[in-house]
């Protein structure tokens, strides 16, 4: 322990290794051997830039080092690889995992591999029944660890998945200490900033890369002779040759890593769950943890689901509008999400197949569901085929659809809002809190409400030529969460 007794030691180094070891998972043993192995630690020039790059600003984080990197006791991650071409509500498919040990700093990987292999290694009376639509879509009658993140709470899904993890014989199951998630985004961020790789004759770049791990995985392993339980071999040596590149990039150019981690982090594409309350409560606290917020405020959360749809959301374009009208004094809102799917049909896409739910307050009721086809035809969806329930203090409602490949459909559910909402919005006040998905790049959103009543100021404001009236529109994204707020004027 005195290693950490001053602090000016203790921040020499470690925000960076916690940005390599820990965030980045499947990269994160290597980093450290690399560096270690090259004696970048020992440079007095590099120790100073990385003391620099930790600051003030990160104390918390650093402070916490000791522990996430097991110089007090070793610490064991459960590291999951989700797949956003095949969005899921917890981000995407769990295609692969990784459990890593760190004792005093140095990571081992216990194991790494496809969630198949786990998931065939469950016991035979594995017996864990999956939610309706997986059944009836994907005729399982089992629910494995690699449907495990049925949830748009990252919180909550991986509750799911630890004890899923648990209960079919995971490595190291009763001591995992944290699971670490991250998107597909984030291997194209890192090449964008290193620049082309090449790795066992292919060249990958930020643009072909998951692609060509698809492509490996899926279909060229066989080709190589390469056996089914070994086609995921590749990512251990792509990993190696990533961190051969960042090795000395994270020390001279450190502070765009450290960027690129908080762009991800912000974005929701670096997901963090802690066993550790302590842990936990810093998680919480820097907005790691891709939880569903919880607020007496108008809220909506769109949630696709990509089932046996291959990997085709890496084609697929969404465009989401909400409005709100006042009809026959009753507040009606409709959220309307356009896809277009932009894609063909060949090895990695096919007709997006899609479980659908919009998470709007509790006390939401549904008026109606609809389609509007490429030609423009509204078809009325038997509201026996909608689905409804309560997650996490939300309302959601939910269908099953089908986009076919070239096509522009529109999905709208369209319900009359809370009595919470309108309360708030006869005292005067309306506020909104738009959600993004986990793992869902950003797709574009329109606000067009009408209050039937003058507003008075907005954050975000309107353009100047619209101040003044009963409507209030704004095109912004969700890259992020949004957040809006209008003041009205009472009605009498």
């Given at each position: 322990m005195g290693l950490f007794k001053k602090k000016k030691k203790m921040r020499k180094w470690p925000f960076i290794l916690l940005f390599i070891v820990i965030l980045f998972g499947g990269i994160s043993y290597l980093g450290f051997q690399y560096i270690k192995k090259e004696g970048i630690l020992e440079n007095t020039f590099v120790q100073k830039q990385l003391k620099d790059l930790a600051g003030d600003e990160h104390a918390d984080v650093v402070d916490a080092l000791p522990t996430l990197l097991g110089f007090e006791e070793q610490k064991t991650y459960l590291?999951?690889?989700?797949?956003?071409?095949?969005?899921?509500?917890?981000?995407?498919?769990?295609?692969?995992?990784?459990?890593?040990?760190?004792?005093k700093g140095v990571p081992e990987i216990l194991i790494m591999e496809g969630?198949?292999?786990?998931?065939?290694?469950?016991?035979?009376?594995?017996?864990?029944?999956?939610?309706?639509?997986?059944t009836k879509e994907l005729y399982v009658d089992k629910w494995y660890f690699r449907d495990s993140n049925w949830s748009p709470d990252f919180q909550?899904?991986?509750?799911?998945?630890?004890?899923?993890y648990k209960k079919e014989n995971g490595v190291a199951a009763e001591e995992i200490d944290g699971v670490i998630a991250v998107t597909t985004q984030v291997l194209e961020h890192i090449l964008e900033k290193t620049g082309d790789i090449e790795v066992q004759g292919i060249t990958f770049t930020k643009d072909n890369v998951i692609e060509m791990l698809e492509r490996e995985v899926e279909y060229?392993?066989?080709?190589?002779?390469?056996?089914?339980?070994?086609?995921?071999?590749?990512?251990?040596?792509?990993?190696?040759?990533?961190?051969?590149?960042?090795?000395y990039e994270m020390v001279f150019g450190g502070s765009e890593?450290?960027?690129?981690?908080?762009k991800m982090i912000e974005e929701k594409h670096i997901l963090v769950y802690a066993v550790d309350l302590?842990?936990?409560?810093?998680?919480?606290?820097h907005d790691w943890g891709g939880e569903m917020v919880k607020n007496d405020d108008d809220y909506f959360l769109w949630v696709d689901a990509n089932l046996a749809a291959l990997k085709t959301d890496h084609v697929l374009e969404r465009s989401l509008d909400y409005q709100i009208k006042l009809s026959e004094d009753a507040y009606i809102a409709e959220v309307d999400m356009t896809y277009t799917h932009d894609g063909i049909f060949d090895w990695r896409t096919t007709r997006y197949r899609s479980y659908a739910r919009v998470y709007v307050p509790e006390g939401s009721l549904l008026k109606e569901t609809k389609m509007i086809d490429p030609a423009g035809n509204t078809q009325i969806i038997d509201p026996n085929m909608v689905d409804s329930g309560i997650e996490n203090g939300r309302q959601w409602f939910g269908v099953f659809i089908v986009i076919e490949p070239g096509t522009e459909e529109h999905l709208i559910f369209t319900y009359q809002v809370a009595p919470s909402v309108v309360k708030q919005m006869s005292s005067g006040i309306y506020n909104l809190y738009a959600q993004k998905q986990l793992g869902t790049k950003a797709h574009s959103l329109t606000i067009a409400h009408e209050f039937g009543t003058t507003i008075e100021a907005a954050t975000p404001?309107?353009?100047?030529e619209n101040w003044g009236n009963t409507q209030y529109t704004i095109d912004t994204d969700l890259r992020v969460d949004r957040t809006f707020s209008v003041q009205l004027k009472k009605r009498k």
């Open positions: 590291l999951l690889f989700l797949n956003n071409t095949e969005l899921r509500p917890g981000g995407g498919f769990i295609g692969s995992y990784a459990t890593v040990r760190v004792d969630t198949e292999g786990i998931d065939g290694r469950a016991d035979k009376d594995w017996r864990v029944e999956p939610p309706v639509i997986l909550i899904s991986t509750k799911r998945s630890l004890d899923f060229d392993f066989a080709k190589k002779g390469i056996d089914f339980k070994e086609r995921k071999q590749i990512m251990r040596p792509f990993f190696e040759a990533i961190l051969k590149k960042v090795g890593y450290i960027e690129l981690f908080k302590d842990i936990s409560t810093l998680v919480k606290t404001a309107e353009e100047k």
